[in-house]
C-alpha cells in the first residue's frame, strides 16, 4: 500500500497564492488533489498521469490553479492562484495505480490525510 503525505494547507485572504504539495511512498499511475467542503461532496480539482499523457481540472479551478510533479520523488503540487472563499476546505491527496475518470473519487484508492486550506475574503 502506498501512503500519502500532503502540506501546505493555510490560512489565506482572498486573491492570495497557496502550494499544496503531496509525496507518495511508492510509484502509482495518477494522481489527483480533490477537496471537499462541510456539507459537500468531495469534489475533483486537478489530476495528472505521473507517466505523463495530459491533466485535468475542475470547472471551478480551470485557469486558477496549477498541477505538476516531479516523477522521480512521486511527489505531487498544487498552486492555487486567485483564492476565493470557495475554495475553503479540506484537500486530499489521491492516487491509483488504475485507470479511470481523473476527477473522480471513485477513480482512487489511496488518499492521504488531508489538509486545510480556509480563505477568507
Known amino acids: 500500500q502506498v501512503h500519502l503525505v500532503e502540506s501546505g494547507g493555510a490560512s489565506v485572504q482572498a486573491g492570495g497564492s497557496l502550494t499544496l504539495s503531496c509525496t507518495a511512498s511508492?510509484?502509482?499511475?495518477?494522481m489527483g488533489w480533490f477537496r471537499q467542503a462541510p456539507g459537500k461532496e468531495r469534489e475533483g480539482v486537478a489530476s495528472?498521469?505521473?507517466?505523463?499523457?495530459?491533466?485535468w481540472f475542475g470547472d471551478s479551478v480551470k485557469g486558477r490553479f496549477t498541477i505538476s510533479v516531479e516523477r522521480n520523488r512521486n511527489a505531487l503540487f498544487l498552486k492555487l492562484n486567485s483564492l476565493k472563499s470557495e475554495d475553503s476546505g479540506t484537500y486530499y491527496c489521491?492516487?491509483?495505480?488504475?485507470?479511470?475518470?481523473?476527477?473522480?473519487?471513485?477513480?482512487?484508492?489511496?488518499w492521504g490525510q488531508g489538509t486545510q486550506v480556509t480563505v477568507s475574503s
Open positions: 495528472v498521469y505521473m507517466g505523463g499523457g495530459g491533466s
Open positions: 489521491a492516487a491509483s495505480r488504475r485507470y479511470g475518470n481523473p476527477l473522480s473519487p471513485d477513480a482512487y484508492d489511496m
Open positions: 511508492g510509484s502509482v499511475n495518477k
